[in-house]
């Protein structure tokens, strides 16, 4: 059980182009989902915090406008990269955690390369 | 603010060595400790968590004891394995925190030589 699938696993999208990432859990209702974004050999920094149907929190320097995240049901929340550019390449990770639970289930990531 | 220190990798030891991977923490208040594995390809999985002090978390073999008088969350394995390559994260989450982020070490590679 908590199985928290991405979509896309790996994507190349142009510079000034907009990208969408899927988060969904897969056999639990996620009332809590978490955006992070891993650099190599770094560790993962968490970019934003969303509650089924409300407006996602976003952590210091974080840009907002241009990281949209969208959690309109219980099972799916979005990440949307608008106008790329190849620094916003990177490894980006959601994780779930549903109602009155404590631990967060990851999903398995997705490799944003912008060209 | 609260953080996570661990120590850098990679680590390159033998199977059946005997592993230890060092992690201190900051924290205000009480936090929860946890060790994270990122197989390659894969997510993070939660290896193993520690809740209080003297707790003593333990999984697959894998074992660390939340020491406050210290501030640290050493991972420990008696005899590692050529399928535990991978990178460990140590990471703290502030129990009392609205949202109960988690705030993650940079992240130690692990690699088993048969």
């Given at each position: 059980g908590a199985v928290v699938s991405q979509h896309p696993s790996r994507v190349i999208c142009k510079s000034g182009t907009s990208v969408k990432i899927e988060c969904r859990s897969l056999?639990?209702?996620a009332t809590t989902m978490f955006w992070y974004r891993q650099f190599p050999k770094q560790s993962l920094m968490l970019m934003a915090t969303s509650n089924e149907g409300s407006k996602a929190t976003?952590?210091?320097g974080v840009e907002k406008d241009k990281f949209l995240i969208n959690h309109a049901s219980l099972t799916l929340s979005t990440l949307t990269v608008t106008s790329a550019h190849p620094e916003d390449s990177s490894f980006y990770i959601c994780s779930a955690r549903g109602q009155g639970?404590?631990?967060q289930y990851f999903g398995p990531?997705?490799?944003l390369t912008v060209t | 603010g609260d953080s996570v220190t661990q120590m850098e990798g990679p680590v390159t030891l033998s199977e059946e060595a005997f592993l230890t991977i060092n992690c201190t923490y900051t924290a205000t208040g009480y936090p929860s400790l946890f060790w994270y594995v990122q197989y390659p390809g894969e997510g993070?999985?939660?290896l193993l968590k520690a809740t209080k002090a003297d707790d003593k978390g333990s999984n697959k073999g894998f074992e660390a004891t939340y020491r406050k008088e210290t501030t640290s969350f050493h991972l420990e394995?008696?005899?590692?394995q050529v399928s535990d390559s991978a990178v460990y994260f140590c990471a703290l989450?502030?129990?009392g925190g609205a949202t109960n982020k988690l705030i993650?070490?940079?992240g130690t590679l692990l690699a088993v030589q048969p």
């Amino acid at each position: 059980g908590a199985v928290v699938s991405q979509h896309p696993s790996r994507v190349i999208c142009k510079s000034g182009t907009s990208v969408k990432i899927e988060c969904r859990s897969l056999d639990f209702q996620a009332t809590t989902m978490f955006w992070y974004r891993q650099f190599p050999k770094q560790s993962l920094m968490l970019m934003a915090t969303s509650n089924e149907g409300s407006k996602a929190t976003y952590e210091q320097g974080v840009e907002k406008d241009k990281f949209l995240i969208n959690h309109a049901s219980l099972t799916l929340s979005t990440l949307t990269v608008t106008s790329a550019h190849p620094e916003d390449s990177s490894f980006y990770i959601c994780s779930a955690r549903g109602q009155g639970a404590y631990e967060q289930y990851f999903g398995p990531g997705t490799r944003l390369t912008v060209t | 603010g609260d953080s996570v220190t661990q120590m850098e990798g990679p680590v390159t030891l033998s199977e059946e060595a005997f592993l230890t991977i060092n992690c201190t923490y900051t924290a205000t208040g009480y936090p929860s400790l946890f060790w994270y594995v990122q197989y390659p390809g894969e997510g993070l999985q939660l290896l193993l968590k520690a809740t209080k002090a003297d707790d003593k978390g333990s999984n697959k073999g894998f074992e660390a004891t939340y020491r406050k008088e210290t501030t640290s969350f050493h991972l420990e394995k008696g005899s590692v394995q050529v399928s535990d390559s991978a990178v460990y994260f140590c990471a703290l989450s502030d129990r009392g925190g609205a949202t109960n982020k988690l705030i993650f070490g940079t992240g130690t590679l692990l690699a088993v030589q048969p």
